[in-house]
């Protein structure tokens, strides 16, 4: 099966900026999308921001469109997350996702078809 594992979540001032990063290994189903999904206690998940590996396409919630930027990496199998201009309200704990399908947005969000693979998260905590 496929693993996914997050890593660079912290705390930072507003404005600040941070890089995740999600290391995918093993194997599985196929990976056609990866991407960032984030939640905060109490609401509901929120796509973030997804790329499409066959193509390089990506897809943004309207929220951090402008600001947070998806990459990949497919010799080390790493996909990065690049947060810029962070506010108070991206506090969250991030989660590294895998799917077999398409990314796509569902309404003003970043959706990924056919998930089957969730990282542990790692959590960002941005300070006013």
Not at 76 to 82: G, M, S, V
Not at 98 to 115: D, E, L
């Amino acid at each position: 099966q496929v693993e996914l594992a997050e890593s660079g979540g912290g705390s930072v001032q507003a404005g600040g900026s941070l890089r995740l990063s999600c290391s995918a290994s093993g194997r599985g189903y196929e990976i056609n999308c990866m991407g960032w999904f984030r939640q905060v206690p109490g609401r509901e998940l929120e796509g973030v921001a997804a790329l499409y590996i066959p193509d390089g396409s990506t897809v943004y919630a309207d929220s951090v469109k402008g600001r947070f930027s998806v990459s990949q990496d497919n010799a080390k199998k790493t996909l990065y997350l690049q947060l810029d201009r962070l506010k108070p309200e991206d506090s969250a704990m991030y989660y590294c996702v895998a799917g077999s399908g398409r990314c796509t947005m569902v309404g003003a969000t970043a959706w990924i078809n056919s998930a089957h693979a969730w990282g542990q998260g790692t959590r960002v905590t941005v300070s006013a």
